[in-house]
C-alpha cells in the first residue's frame, strides 16, 4: 500500500482528493500549512521518515495572483523554495512527488493551445514564481516526478471564480465580466481523479515530465458567467467587457488553452467537457436548476 502526502489539503484540489480518497487502497496523510510547513524542510524531512512517505502530491501554492504582486518574497517560499525542497527531500528518500503548477507560465500571446515544450513567459509575479518552482524542481529531479499544469481551477470547496458568480448573481441584477480572456475552466474534481489515476501507474521515469490538464473545450470568463447563471437559474444580467475596463493589480494572459494530448495518450486519462463538469460541480453544490 501506497503512502501519500497531500500538502495544502485544505484547498479546492486537495479537498476533492480528500473527498475521492475512500475508493483507492492508499494510506493518504492530508497536510495543511497548521500541520506541516512546508516552507520547513526539516519538518518535511520528519514528517516523510516518521510516514514512510511514498508519494507527495504538492496542491499547496501562494494562489493570491494580484496580492503577489505586493508579495512577491512569501509568494515565492511557497512557489519556488518549498517545491525545491519537497524535490530534495524526493530524492534522497526516493518519493514520487506530483507537482501542481499553472497556465500562467505562459504570457497568453499564443494561436494555439500551448503544449507541455512551448516556452513559458509569465507576465505577472504568481506566474513567475510557479515557473521558478517548476525549475527547481527539474533541476533536483526526483526519479518518476511530473508537473500538471491547470488553468481557471474551481469547485464547491475553496474560493474561485464559479463560487464568486454565485454570490454576485444573487447580489446584483447586472454583472461585466472579461470577454477578451479565454481559456478552459478545470472542475477540481475531474483533476484529483486524473492525479489519483496516475498514482496507479508504476512509473521511474528520469527526468521529471511536464503534463497540461484543463476540462475540454474554450470559452471567454463571460462565458463561463453566462453557463454559471443558466445553469444554476441566476437571473442576472451578463455584459461582455474588455480587460481594460477591468484593470487588476497582476496581469492576466489573455489566452490559457492547454493541449492535453499528452497526459491523455501517456495515462490513458478521459477528460470531461467544460460545461459538463460544471453541471456537475453546480448540481453538488445544490445550485443546478433544471437544465
Known amino acids: 500500500m501506497l503512502n501519500v502526502l497531500v500538502t495544502g489539503s485544505h484547498g479546492q484540489l486537495g479537498s476533492e482528493i480528500k473527498a475521492l480518497s475512500s475508493h483507492y487502497a492508499y494510506e493518504f496523510f492530508f497536510t495543511d500549512r497548521e500541520e506541516l510547513d512546508i516552507s520547513d524542510k526539516t519538518k518535511i524531512e520528519i514528517f516523510c521518515k516518521e510516514n514512510a512517505i511514498d508519494v507527495i502530491i504538492n496542491c499547496a501554492a501562494y494562489t493570491a495572483v494580484d496580492k503577489a504582486e505586493d508579495e512577491e518574497e512569501i509568494a515565492d517560499a511557497v512557489n519556488r523554495q518549498a517545491v525545491r525542497y519537497l524535490a530534495e527531500i524526493s530524492k534522497a528518500y526516493s518519493i514520487k512527488l506530483i507537482h501542481i503548477s499553472t497556465d500562467y507560465v505562459f504570457d497568453g500571446t499564443n494561436f494555439k493551445p500551448y503544449t507541455e515544450i512551448d516556452r513559458p513567459g509569465p507576465n505577472n509575479v504568481y506566474g513567475q514564481t510557479k515557473l521558478a518552482g517548476e525549475k527547481a524542481m527539474i533541476s533536483v529531479n526526483p526519479a518518476g516526478s511530473i508537473i500538471i499544469r491547470t488553468s481557471w481551477l474551481y469547485s464547491g470547496y475553496g474560493s474561485n471564480f464559479v463560487k464568486t458568480m454565485l454570490r454576485l448573481g444573487k447580489e446584483r441584477d447586472r454583472l461585466g465580466v472579461v470577454f477578451d480572456q479565454v481559456g478552459t475552466p478545470t472542475y477540481a474534481r475531474d483533476l484529483a481523479e486524473a492525479v489519483l489515476q496516475i498514482l496507479n501507474v508504476d512509473t521511474t521515469r528520469d527526468p521529471v515530465e511536464i503534463y497540461h490538464y484543463s476540462n475540454e473545450g474554450v470559452c471567454s470568463w463571460y462565458d463561463l458567467a453566462k453557463a454559471i447563471f443558466e445553469i444554476s437559474g441566476i437571473q442576472c444580467e451578463v455584459n461582455p467587457i474588455e480587460t481594460v475596463e477591468y484593470p487588476t493589480p497582476a496581469a492576466r494572459p489573455s489566452y490559457s488553452l492547454l493541449n492535453k494530448s499528452k497526459i491523455k ?18 448540481e453538488k453544490m445544490g445550485e443546478r436548476n433544471n437544465v
Not at 495518450?265 to 453546480?282: F, H, Q, T, V
Request: charged share 35%; net charge neutral; proline share 6%.
Open 265 to 282: 495518450k501517456e495515462y490513458n486519462i478521459a477528460i470531461p467537457y467544460w460545461r459538463d463538469s460544471l453541471k456537475e460541480c453546480l
